[in-house]
T-cell receptor
């Protein structure tokens, strides 16, 4: 089955700097890669996703890149702000097979003033 | 992510008691999921259902049971057989095959006294 590894587990960046979170997956059939942001005590919220037919997607300060050959995808947050502090989860699934989403263990992002 | 509700928000249970967590959605989604989240951990799949009257075990189904009698509802029972039930429980739903992501409910925090 699919296995998703996420690094780092904790990340602290100065406000205004960029943050990068990296994930790898094991199942080459995976074709959908969502990223979720979870604030303390709240539900995970989808912030961006990418499908296997594109290599990069951007939405304002957030971008995701996908390298299918390496089975590697990353989240990039630029010009970080205090409200970016949260736990971020990457995930992978094969939407043609079923909708089971396999999550990484999460990255706790701290934005330092 | 509106349209998925979980109740109650907080739940306290004595050891040896069964307890049922509610999850309802009005998004007309075919698939529903239950995840468990422990502090500092990722999301682990307990059970999922892709269609009414059918459900499958996830990675950590022992000590839990579910039913899917209606499309809108997917209650989770935490039985006395679950040795360490204190956790944050998240319900999610999706439409399989559409390539859309899962949407999460607000969660139920279960504490065993």
């Amino acid at each position: 089955g699919e296995n998703v590894e996420q690094h780092p587990s904790t990340l602290s960046v100065q406000e205004g700097d960029s943050a990068v979170i990296k994930c790898t997956y094991s199942d080459s059939a995976s074709n959908y890669f969502p990223w979720y942001k979870q604030e303390l005590g709240k539900r995970p919220q989808l912030i961006i996703d990418i499908r296997s037919n594109v290599g990069e997607k951007k939405d304002q300060r957030i971008a995701v890149t996908l390298n299918k050959t390496a089975k590697h995808f990353s989240l990039h947050i630029t010009e970080t702000q205090p409200e970016d502090s949260a736990v971020y989860f990457c995930a992978a699934s094969d939407v043609n097979r079923d909708d089971k989403i396999i999550f990484g263990k999460g990255t706790r992002l701290h934005i330092l003033p | 992510d509106g349209g998925i509700t979980q109740s109650p928000k907080y739940l306290f249970r004595k050891e040896g008691q069964n307890v049922t967590l509610s999850c309802e959605q009005n998004l007309n989604h075919d698939a529903m999921y239950w995840y468990r989240q422990d502090p500092g951990q990722g999301l682990r799949l307990i059970y999922y259902s892709q269609i009414v009257n059918d459900f499958q075990k996830g990675d950590i189904a022992e000590g839990y049971s579910v039913s899917r009698e209606k499309k809108e509802s997917f209650p989770l029972t935490v039985t006395s057989a679950q040795k360490n039930p204190t956790a944050f429980y998240l319900c999610a739903s999706s439409n399989p095959g559409t390539g859309d992501t899962q949407y999460f409910g607000p969660g139920t925090r279960l504490t065993v006294l």
